[in-house]
């Protein structure tokens, strides 16, 4: 238990569907991430958030959009997604966005049919 | 093209031998390197971290070591158990970006036997 839960913690969805995927971090930090991770693949780093504001979009499709309404929860809202979009999906948090470790939740295994 | 790399996608090892890890990287403006362990149904968790002004950290079984002229760093686990069977991933960062420009490797499976 790292103190950032996600949920759902898998989740199945049509390309037509919408969707949204939530994470609560419970440790009172003040940055959170979003990551994609696929199979044989690097973790991607998706979105940054640092005190709320969005700080780092790292050229994610606009299928995907992040919300941020305070620093314990960050979402991803999903809409139009593509089988290729299918992977872990996965949130962090860390105290700061330098020098600071991140602690990341386990992750929503994402199937797009 | 990918910065951060790690060539072995698997490593076995018996159980109280030395487990070493390696992971190479292209970006000379790296100069914060970390290791995250990932097992199976959880999120990855820090594991050992290093800074370019260092070229060895140590905590407890856990060694990083950091080769600057040869971008190279590795992770040495001594003695090697059972529950260290996980995935190992190696992330490397500049401090003037910090997480935001936080960029990982694949990942090495490693596998210890009793």
């Known amino acids: 238990e790292t103190g950032v839960t996600q949920t759902p913690r898998h989740l199945v969805m049509g390309m037509t569907n919408k969707k949204s995927l939530k994470c609560e971090q419970h440790l009172g930090h003040n940055a959170m991430y979003w990551y994609k991770q696929s199979a044989k693949k690097p973790l991607e780093l998706m979105f940054v958030?640092?005190?709320?504001?969005?700080?780092e979009n790292n050229s994610v499709p606009s299928r995907f959009s992040p919300e941020c309404p305070n620093s314990s929860h960050l979402f991803l809202h999903l809409h139009t997604l593509q089988p290729e979009d299918s992977a872990l999906y996965l949130c962090?948090?860390?105290?700061?966005?330098?020098?600071?470790?991140?602690?990341f939740g386990p992750g929503t295994r994402l199937t797009v049919t | 093209d990918q910065q951060v790399k790690q060539n072995s996608p698997s490593l076995s090892v018996q159980e109280g031998r030395i487990s070493i890890l390696n992971c190479d990287y292209t970006n000379s403006m790296f100069d914060y390197f970390l290791w995250y362990k990932k097992y199976p149904a959880e999120g990855p968790t820090f594991l050992i971290s290093?800074?370019?002004?260092?070229d060895k950290n140590e905590d407890g079984r856990f060694t990083v070591f950091l080769n600057k002229s040869a971008k190279h760093l590795s992770l040495h686990i001594v003695p090697s158990q059972p529950g260290d069977s996980a995935v190992y991933f190696c992330a490397a960062s500049g401090s003037n970006f910090g997480n935001e420009k936080l960029t990982f490797g694949t990942g090495t499976r490693l596998t210890i036997i009793p």
């Open positions: 958030y640092n005190f709320k504001e969005q700080t």
């Open positions: 962090a948090s860390s105290q700061g966005v330098s020098g600071y470790e991140q602690y």
């Open positions: 290093i800074s370019s002004i260092k």
